[in-house]
């Protein structure tokens, strides 16, 4: 469980928050790719040091689904249900709209909340482009962001935070083809129920 909190608690910082033009474009691009989907689903692996873990997570509208390891997250517009599957529980809490990272509300994880961060070029190829993304030139707080150029969909995240590094490969985002499940307290009965809402 101290594995997985940290992971969640890691993505706690802001995505995807950029300052000079370049970069803007080419993230707007990226939010405008996203938008086109009515509903999406994307598979990827989250590693941190010689931790792998596949995942996935799937959005429509204010809703979402998340799967990573042990734990499945329900997010709807007013409750998020967390279900640990390894220790039984499920802890219920208030759904966090004003989070952009990935695994804390990927439904609004390609808006733009501000312009405090700067984004700066880092890399760029002819298949995709790496930005970077922090509040200040230390970097101890950033935000690697990596483009693909032709579909203008996102390819890696890394999250770097007080020297600890955290990536996202993403190795798909397709259109969602089914209707996303809702949560279904009995599915759960023998689990223990944490309610912070």
């Not at 997570?57 to 390894?86: H, M, P, T």
């Not at 790496?130 to 970097?139: N, W």
Request: negative net charge; contains cysteine; glycine residues 4%.
């Amino acid at each position: 469980m101290k594995k997985t909190a940290f992971l969640f608690a890691l993505l706690l910082c802001p995505l995807f928050l950029f300052g000079q033009s370049d970069a803007a474009a080419s993230l707007g691009r990226m939010r405008q790719a996203m938008q086109a989907f009515e509903g999406y689903t994307a598979s990827f692996t989250i590693a941190q040091g010689e931790e792998q873990h596949l995942g996935s997570f799937s959005v429509e509208g204010e809703r979402y689904r998340i799967e990573l390891a042990d734990i499945e997250v329900y997010g709807e517009q007013e409750e998020r249900y967390e279900v640990n599957k390894a220790r039984r529980e499920v802890t219920i809490l208030k759904t966090d709209t004003q989070s952009t990272d990935i695994l804390s509300n990927p439904a609004h994880a390609l808006e733009l909340l501000g312009e405090e961060y700067r984004a700066v070029l880092l890399k760029e190829t002819a298949t995709d482009a790496t930005f970077s993304l922090a509040v200040d030139s230390s970097l101890r707080n950033a935000v690697r962001l990596t483009l693909d150029k032709r579909s203008n969909l996102p390819r890696r995240i890394v999250y770097l935070a007080d020297g600890l590094e955290l990536t996202i490969e993403i190795h798909s985002i397709q259109s969602l083809q089914a209707p996303l499940p809702v949560f279904d307290s009995s599915h759960y009965k023998e689990y223990e129920l944490i309610d912070f809402r």
